[in-house]
Nanobody, 126 residues
Framework: QVQLVESGGGLVQAGGSLRLSCAAS????????MGWFRQAPGKERESIAAISRSGVSTSYADSVKGRITISRDNAKNTVYLQMNSLKPEDTAVYYCSAGLRVGANNWYRRGSYDYWGQGTQVTVSP
């Protein structure tokens, strides 16, 4: 059974940083493009970042570009999301996702991903 388990969320003041991790129980983790999404209360889930299978290529939503960095360690079956200069509007549940068909043209689409984690709460106080 495939599991994606996020960790690292919590409460942080505006301007602070958090590093989220997502451990994946995928047998061939390096075959999957990985993404991070978030969902704020009352809003739709939105894509924020994705990384290619090798880790060479990354993509970011405009709302987080320059503040967030996605990375992966294929030896550890783990993807990371380093978040800096956090703002109250970054408050959301953050989800990691894995997809065999994720690419530069579809990374932002929920339907491109095959597996999802349960999410980790990030709360940014003013």
């Amino acid at each position: 059974q495939v599991q994606l388990v996020e960790s690292g969320g919590g409460l942080v003041q505006a301007g602070g940083s958090l590093r989220l991790s997502c451990a994946a129980s995928l047998r061939t983790f390096s075959n999957y493009g990985m993404g991070w999404f978030r969902q704020a209360p009352g809003k739709e889930r939105e894509s924020i970042a994705a990384i290619s299978r090798s880790g060479v290529s990354t993509s970011y939503a405009d709302s987080v570009k320059g503040r967030i960095t996605i990375s992966r360690d294929n030896a550890k079956n783990t993807v990371y999301l380093q978040m800096n200069s956090l703002k109250p509007e970054d408050t959301a549940v953050y989800y990691c996702s894995a997809g065999l068909r994720v690419g530069a043209n579809n990374w932002y689409r929920r339907g491109s991903y095959d597996y999802w984690g349960q999410g980790t709460q990030v709360t940014v106080s003013p």
